[in-house]
T-cell receptor, first 116, second 113 residues
Framework: GENVEQHPSTLSVQEGDSAVIKCTYS??????FPWYKQELGKGPQLIID?????GEKKDQRIAVTLNKTAKHFSLHITETQPEDSAVYFC???????????????FGGGTRVLVKP | DGGITQSPKYLFRKEGQNVTLSCEQN?????MYWYRQDPGQGLRLIYY???????QKGDIAEGYSVSREKKESFPLTVTSAQKNPTAFYLC????????????FGPGTRLLVL
């Protein structure tokens, strides 16, 4: 089955600096890579996703890059703000393959703290 | 939380008791999922259902059961066979075709008395 590793487990940055979270996956058939933000006591919220036919995707201060050859994808947050403090999860799935059930395999999470 | 509701927000279980967590969605999504989250850890898949009256085990199904009698509902029962049920339980759903984004509910925290 798929295995997703996420690093670092905690990340502390100064407000205005950039934050980078990295994930690796094991299943070369995985083709969909979402990133979720989870605030304390709440369900995860999708913040950005990328599919295997794209190398990079950007949405305002958030960007995701994908290297299929290396089976590696990363989340980049620029100009961090205190409200970016949360736990971030990467995930991978074999989207569109019914037998795979569109199941997501999650990384272990990164706790991001943005210091004012 | 994208039209997915979970209840209750907090649930207490006594030893040997079965408890049922509710998950309802009004997004007309075909597939629904249950995840377990332990403190400081990622999400692990318990069960999932791609269509009504059908469901499959995830990675940690032992001690849990589900049903999918209606498209909009996917209740999870934590049985007495689950010896370590204390966790945060999250329900998610996604469409059956096209975009496969999973949307999550607000979660239910289960505690053992």
């Amino acid at each position: 089955g798929e295995n997703v590793e996420q690093h670092p487990s905690t990340l502390s940055v100064q407000e205005g600096d950039s934050a980078v979270i990295k994930c690796t996956y094991s299943d070369s058939a995985s083709n969909y890579f979402p990133w979720y933000k989870q605030e304390l006591g709440k369900g995860p919220q999708l913040i950005i996703d990328i599919r295997s036919n794209v190398g990079e995707k950007k949405d305002q201060r958030i960007a995701v890059t994908l290297n299929k050859t290396a089976k590696h994808f990363s989340l980049h947050i620029t100009e961090t703000q205190p409200e970016d403090s949360a736990v971030y999860f990467c995930a991978a799935s074999r989207s569109g393959i019914k037998a795979a059930g569109n199941k997501l395999t999650f990384g272990g999470g990164t706790r991001v703290l943005v210091k004012p | 939380d994208g039209g997915i509701t979970q209840s209750p927000k907090y649930l207490f279980r006594k030893e040997g008791q079965n408890v049922t967590l509710s998950c309802e969605q009004n997004l007309n999504h075909d597939a629904m999922y249950w995840y377990r989250q332990d403190p400081g850890q990622g999400l692990r898949l318990i069960y999932y259902s791609q269509i009504v009256n059908d469901f499959q085990k995830g990675d940690i199904a032992e001690g849990y059961s589900v049903s999918r009698e209606k498209k909009e509902s996917f209740p999870l029962t934590v049985t007495s066979a689950q010896k370590n049920p204390t966790a945060f339980y999250l329900c998610a759903s996604t469409t059956g075709t096209g975009e496969k984004t999973q949307y999550f509910g607000p979660g239910t925290r289960l505690l053992v008395l």
